[in-house]
T-cell receptor
Framework: GENVEQHPSTLSVQEGDSAVIKCTYS??????FPWYKQELGKRPQLIID?????GEKKDQRIAVTLNKTAKHFSLHITETQPEDSAVYFCAAPLGVDTGRRALTFGSGTRLQVQP | SAVISQKPSRDICQRGTSLTIQCQVD?????MFWYRQQPGQSLTLIATANQGSEATYESGFVIDKFPISRPNLTFSTLTVSNMSPEDSSIYLC?????????FGPGTRLTVL
């Protein structure tokens, strides 16, 4: 099955700076890579995703890039704001070849945006 | 996106007892999943709840400990049986629409 590794585990930036979180995956057949934001005491919220037929996707201050050759994908947050402070999780399908649509998650990155 | 609710939102239970968590979705969905999130940790898939058949469990999770029901396409339950303090976690149900997956608000379980 798929294995996802995520780095860094914590990230502290100044307000207005950019933040980058990276994930690697093991299954070359994986075709869908979502990112979730989890605020303290809340459920994980899907913030952006990318499918394997594109290399980059943007949504306002958030972007995700995908390098299929290297099997890694990254979350980029520009012009960070204090409300971006949360734990971010990357994920990938547990088993594309077996049609399993459940997700396996990275270990999470705690982002702190200092005002 | 689907609207997902869970009951209870939190509970404190004694070891050796069982708790059943309910998950309700506002639309029919084929795929429903149960995840566990231990304190300060990532999400781990417990099982896939299949409508009309037995759930599919991940390695490390067994039906006797985490029995699951899926009587229809909008509802599922997860029971945490014979609880121990190690079962203290947040339990989240999730549904998949096409490839996107959305989570319920979670049930925060504390076992004393």
């Amino acid at each position: 099955g798929e294995n996802v590794e995520q780095h860094p585990s914590t990230l502290s930036v100044q307000e207005g700076d950019s933040a980058v979180i990276k994930c690697t995956y093991s299954d070359s057949a994986s075709n869908y890579f979502p990112w979730y934001k989890q605020e303290l005491g809340k459920r994980p919220q899907l913030i952006i995703d990318i499918r394997s037929n594109v290399g980059e996707k943007k949504d306002q201050r958030i972007a995700v890039t995908l390098n299929k050759t290297a099997k890694h994908f990254s979350l980029h947050i520009t012009e960070t704001q204090p409300e971006d402070s949360a734990v971010y999780f990357c994920a990938a399908p547990l088993g594309v070849d077996t049609g399993r649509r459940a997700l396996t998650f990275g270990s999470g990155t705690r982002l702190q945006v200092q005002p | 996106s689907a609207v997902i609710s869970q009951k209870p939102s939190r509970d404190i239970c004694q070891r050796g007892t069982s708790l059943t968590i309910q998950c309700q979705v506002d639309s029919q969905v084929t795929m429903m999943f149960w995840y566990r999130q231990q304190p300060g940790q990532s999400l781990t898939l417990i099982a896939t709840a299949n409508q009309g058949s037995e759930a599919t469990y991940e390695s490390g999770f067994v039906i006797d400990k985490f029995p699951i029901s899926r009587p229809n396409l909008t509802f599922s339950t997860l029971t945490v049986s014979n609880m121990s303090p190690e079962d203290s976690s947040i339990y989240l149900c999730s549904v998949a629409t096409y490839n996107e997956q959305f989570f319920g608000p979670g049930t925060r379980l504390t076992v004393l």
